[in-house]
């Protein structure tokens, strides 16, 4: 997550997920914050804002408050107050840039804090800049990881609670669809996933969720089914 990206179609999809699914949990996010960059035109995605009458009817106060955000100060901090009032936030800067031979043994550190920060929490929302990538350790030494979850952390932020994990769909080869099914196998645990394509292609999976928050979570794309919206359907046997 980066603070320029803040009140985007992205955000408002997440945090309305989010205000459904906390309905029955002690919520906990994860900003994953990464240093604002100025390379691309990323953050952009706010036109959604000015057709009100498609997009305001499904979550009318987040998306006044979304507007506000976007022509005020658009940062994590601002997207906070959507949530509940005891929910937990672990907003610490992810430690870049470092040294190459640095990167590791800080990106460890800064997860172990943030597991410690977010164990009250029976739901976990973790943000990263990208989304899911694998375990190679060659990964952890790379000057964009920050942008990146590890699967083993994934694990580690879903053992014994639910969790809710944003991925940015690559150009994996065989279609998203084949994408969110690796990412399912991969995470050896119980998931559902809720597809996102309204502008860019980004999946929300849903890791270890009990009986009411699958149902909220069905419930919320049917809701959402007429703005690109809906339940990952599995192509693995």
Known sequence: MQNRYSGDIGDYIKLALLRELGKSHNVGVAWYLYPDESHNGDGGHT??????GFWRPLDPWLFDHLSQVV???RSVRALEQAFGENTLFSSEPLPVPLRARERSDARSAWFLKLLENLSPCSLVFADPDNGLVSNDPLRR?????GKQLPLVEAQALSEGRCTVIY???SRLKGGHDTEVDKWLCALQMPAIAVRATAYSC???FIVNPDADTTNRAREFCCRWKDHKVRLHVSNVA
């Open 47 to 52: 036109s959604y804002l000015a057709n009100p």
């Open 71 to 73: 022509h005020g100060n």
């Open 141 to 145: 030494r790379a000057s964009n990881f």
């Open 167 to 169: 991925h940015h769909n």
């Open 202 to 204: 980004r999946t929300f």
